[in-house]
């Protein structure tokens, strides 16, 4: 597969893509952008100018419309407070709504006085277009209790409560290793990204929207999750990011060995979805587009399928 790791702003990089004419089209994009991202959105009380950030989201999500194919997808995760906001971003940028996606992250690290803890964000699916161009209906081995199971596995619906969020205390509580879990964790015991992404969210975006082979763009890359599974999952990627020290860390990451991107394992919980062969890699079969590899030149970083 081929992937690139992008050091910059991200406005100023998707302009950079659009005008690589040959670059192909985006088929999937996951966006998780942080508040304090850009420092020319300066912190005003712990928070950031609400309607400068979100106009600059407009113009983030105008750009990668602009990349996307027809019938593309976007994922783009945030606060339940923004709800609204957030949809209206999209629809004004062109996208059609599909789902409202709630992630049930089954804990919680605010420490709320005056209502109840967040434990869950959204993840507003939407496409390029009324029907996207891809989307695969999952099936998962969840066992809810004695009196819903089932043999034939159940669907994956709108609400996520089985891909659990990432803390410190939930990775000491269940005795997880940094090196087991691809979380990167400080010598404080603090997580190095404080809003790294679990890795079983990233697998499940990218097998419902995506074929190996797609190309898939993560404007914020933050700890650099999307483009490890892309990259385990035979997608090819493109991630930006501005933090120079994660870039470094991306980097370092995708070369090592990644025990925690388990193939079998994907397997074993999907295996009631249809066609769930075409979904994952072919052991020593990689698809690369040669428009990706052209347009993106020495920039590229290529490696044989594990």
Same mark, same amino acid.
């Given at each position: 597969?081929?992937?690139k790791?992008i050091?910059?702003?991200?406005?100023?990089?998707?302009?950079?893509?659009?005008?690589?004419?040959?670059?192909?089209?985006?088929?999937?994009?996951f966006?998780?952008?942080?508040f304090?991202?850009?420092?020319?959105?300066a912190?005003?009380?712990?928070s950031?100018?609400?309607?400068r950030?979100?106009?600059w989201?407009?113009?983030?999500?105008e750009?990668?419309?602009?990349?996307?194919?027809?019938?593309?997808?976007?994922?783009?995760l945030?606060?339940e407070?923004?709800?609204?906001?957030?949809?209206?971003?999209?629809?004004?940028?062109?996208?059609?709504?599909?789902n409202?996606?709630?992630?049930?992250k089954?804990?919680?690290?605010?420490?709320?006085?005056n209502?109840?803890?967040n434990?869950?964000?959204?993840i507003?699916?939407?496409?390029?277009?009324?029907?996207?161009?891809?989307?695969?209906?999952?099936r998962?081995?969840?066992?809810?209790?004695?009196?819903?199971?089932?043999e034939?596995?159940?669907?994956?619906?709108?609400?996520?409560?089985d891909?659990?969020?990432?803390?410190?205390?939930?990775?000491?509580?269940?005795?997880t290793s940094s090196?087991?879990?691809?979380?990167?964790?400080t010598?404080?015991g603090?997580?190095?990204?404080?809003?790294?992404i679990p890795?079983?969210?990233?697998?499940?975006i990218?097998?419902?929207s995506?074929?190996p082979?797609?190309?898939?763009?993560?404007? $914020?890359?933050?700890?650099?999750i999307?483009?490890?599974?892309?990259?385990?999952l035979?997608r090819n990627?493109?991630?930006?990011?501005?933090?120079?020290?994660?870039v470094?860390?991306?980097?370092?990451?995708?070369?090592l060995?990644?025990?925690?991107?388990?193939?079998?394992?994907?397997?074993?919980?999907?295996?009631?979805?249809?066609?769930?062969k075409?979904?994952?890699p072919?052991?020593?079969?990689a698809?690369?587009s040669?428009?990706?590899v052209?347009?993106?030149?020495? $920039?590229?970083?290529?490696?044989?399928?594990?």
């Open positions: 597969m081929v992937y790791i050091h910059g702003v991200c406005e100023t990089e998707l302009r950079k893509l659009q005008k690589l004419n040959d670059l192909g089209e985006v088929h999937l994009t966006m998780n952008p942080p304090s991202q850009h420092n020319d959105f912190r005003q009380n712990g950031v100018a609400t309607e950030y979100w106009k989201m407009k113009r983030i999500c750009k990668v419309f602009a990349l996307t194919g027809s019938g593309g997808a976007l994922y783009f945030h606060n407070a923004n709800s609204e906001i957030l949809l209206k971003t999209l629809r004004r940028t062109g996208w059609t709504f599909q409202l996606i709630i992630w049930n089954l804990n919680s690290a605010s420490q709320i006085t209502h109840f803890e434990q869950y964000q959204i507003a699916f939407a496409t390029k277009g009324e029907a996207p161009r891809v989307f695969n209906h999952l998962i081995d969840l066992q809810l209790s004695q009196l819903h199971k089932t034939n596995g159940i669907d994956v619906s709108d609400v996520w409560h891909v659990g969020g990432l803390t410190t205390n939930f990775l000491m509580n269940s005795g090196s087991e879990s691809d979380v990167i964790i010598k404080e603090r997580l190095f990204h404080l809003h790294q890795i079983n969210l990233l697998i499940r990218i097998l419902a995506s074929l082979g797609d190309l898939i763009l993560d404007p $914020f890359a933050g700890a650099g999307t483009t490890m599974v892309a990259e385990k035979d990627s493109i991630s930006i990011e501005y933090d120079s020290q994660n470094q860390v991306i980097k370092r990451r995708i070369l060995q990644r025990r925690a991107i388990k193939i079998p394992e994907i397997s074993d919980y999907y295996r009631h979805t249809n066609r769930l075409t979904l994952l072919v052991s020593g079969k698809s690369i040669s428009n990706i052209n347009s993106l030149g020495t $920039f590229l970083v290529k490696r044989k399928n594990p």
